[in-house]
């Protein structure tokens, strides 16, 4: 396949009262045909949600759903009977299989800013699950850290062939990407990296099939989905 390259203008903005979003694919209510996701990867939304508010309870079911955040905390409660608290630097992943109720709330003072990433399971009607691990990439830079994958690798256990993996680069260092799959997704978080002769920002993304290697022009945080075709 030839790289396919998406960039953060290119997202849509939503913006609604104590929530503001950029979403990579199409979502709620911004559509655009062009982004429907890549492979299993249906959504990436990049979230600021503004202190005492947030996601009351809605359901979900047959998917994976990771939750990444990046600065503040997120209250999360859910038909599971998980009651819990993700902070900066910690990682959710709700299998929702048959089905789950779940919110999330941001009870603290401060923003919160985060990521919601789907991703379409490889099993469905499955029991749901709940899963959270710290990891930050910042105390152990220029190294990946497998967050979710199918096997035992994996911090995390998700129901597709399919890992996640991120890391903070700091500048000029550089890391490989070799798909153990067929298909490479590089969201960038922060920062400047160089791959594939393109420079990618915040926000930016790009899929490609081959193996190379990626360079951080300055401090950067990135996440790398190995997709199936």
Same mark, same amino acid.
């Given at each position: 396949?030839?790289?396919?390259?998406?960039?953060?203008?290119?997202?849509?903005?939503?913006?609604?009262?104590?929530?503001?979003?950029?979403?990579?694919?199409?979502?709620?209510?911004?559509? #655009? +045909? &062009?982004?429907?996701?890549?492979?299993?990867?249906?959504?990436?939304?990049? =979230?600021?949600? $503004? !202190?005492?508010?947030?996601?009351?309870?809605?359901?979900?079911?047959?998917?994976?759903?990771?939750?990444?955040?990046?600065?503040?905390?997120?209250?999360?409660?859910?038909?599971?009977?998980?009651?819990?608290?993700?902070?900066?630097?910690?990682?959710?992943?709700?299998?929702?299989?048959?089905?789950?109720?779940?919110?999330?709330?941001?009870?603290?003072?401060?923003?919160?800013?985060?990521?919601?990433?789907?991703?379409?399971?490889?099993?469905?009607?499955?029991?749901?699950?709940?899963?959270?691990?710290?990891? #930050? +990439? &910042?105390?152990?830079?220029?190294?990946?850290?497998?967050?979710?994958?199918? =096997?035992?690798? $994996? !911090?995390?256990?998700?129901?597709?062939?399919?890992?996640?993996?991120?890391?903070?680069?700091?500048?000029?260092?550089?890391?490989?990407?070799?798909?153990?799959?067929?298909?490479?997704?590089?969201?960038?978080?922060?920062?400047?990296?160089?791959?594939?002769?393109?420079?990618?920002?915040?926000?930016?993304?790009?899929?490609?099939?081959?193996?190379?290697?990626?360079?951080?022009?300055?401090?950067?945080?990135?996440?790398?989905?190995?997709?199936?075709?």
């Amino acid at each position: 396949m030839q790289s396919y390259l998406h960039r953060s203008e290119d997202r849509g903005h939503v913006k609604a009262g104590w929530l503001e979003s950029k979403h990579s694919f199409s979502f709620g209510s911004w559509y #655009d +045909p &062009k982004y429907m996701g890549v492979s299993v990867l249906r959504v990436i939304n990049d =979230d600021w949600i $503004a !202190a005492h508010n947030g996601f009351g309870t809605h359901p979900h079911d047959n998917m994976e759903i990771l939750t990444c955040v990046l600065e503040g905390t997120i209250s999360h409660k859910d038909s599971m009977g998980n009651e819990r608290h993700i902070s900066a630097g910690e990682w959710q992943l709700m299998s929702a299989g048959t089905g789950v109720q779940h919110s999330e709330i941001n009870q603290r003072d401060t923003p919160v800013h985060m990521l919601q990433i789907w991703i379409h399971p490889n099993e469905r009607n499955a029991e749901p699950n709940y899963q959270q691990i710290q990891c #930050d +990439p &910042k105390l152990q830079p220029n190294q990946w850290h497998v967050i979710a994958g199918p =096997d035992e690798h $994996a !911090a995390m256990h998700i129901r597709q062939q399919a890992e996640v993996k991120t890391a903070f680069l700091q500048t000029s260092h550089t890391l490989v990407v070799k798909a153990t799959q067929k298909l490479n997704y590089i969201h960038v978080i922060s920062g400047e990296i160089e791959i594939l002769g393109q420079k990618l920002h915040a926000g930016d993304a790009l899929a490609f099939a081959e193996e190379t290697e990626l360079k951080a022009l300055n401090d950067s945080q990135f996440i790398w989905f190995d997709l199936p075709i």
